[in-house]
């Protein structure tokens, strides 16, 4: 029993993760987008791009982590 609850455990931190990597994903979004709204295509703005899409890469991985965790509890 203490497997399965150290399991469900992981995928609710992972969870939280996740949930941060949203957050700063829609913040970036807001703010590159402002800056190309107001033609203000700068270094700043190729910056939030790069980030953005580090956090999608960042946000798959612990998707798929999570998906895994799932699957190892169907398995116990």
Known sequence: MAKIDEIKEHIGALKNYLNIVVAMIL??????SRL???ENITVLFW?????????????????RSIHSNIK???DL
């Open 27 to 32: 913040t970036f979004g807001a703010g590159v």
């Open 36 to 38: 190309f709204i107001s």
């Open 47 to 63: 910056i939030g791009i790069i980030l953005i899409a580090m956090l999608l890469i960042i946000f798959l991985i612990i998707s």
């Open 72 to 74: 190892k509890l169907k």
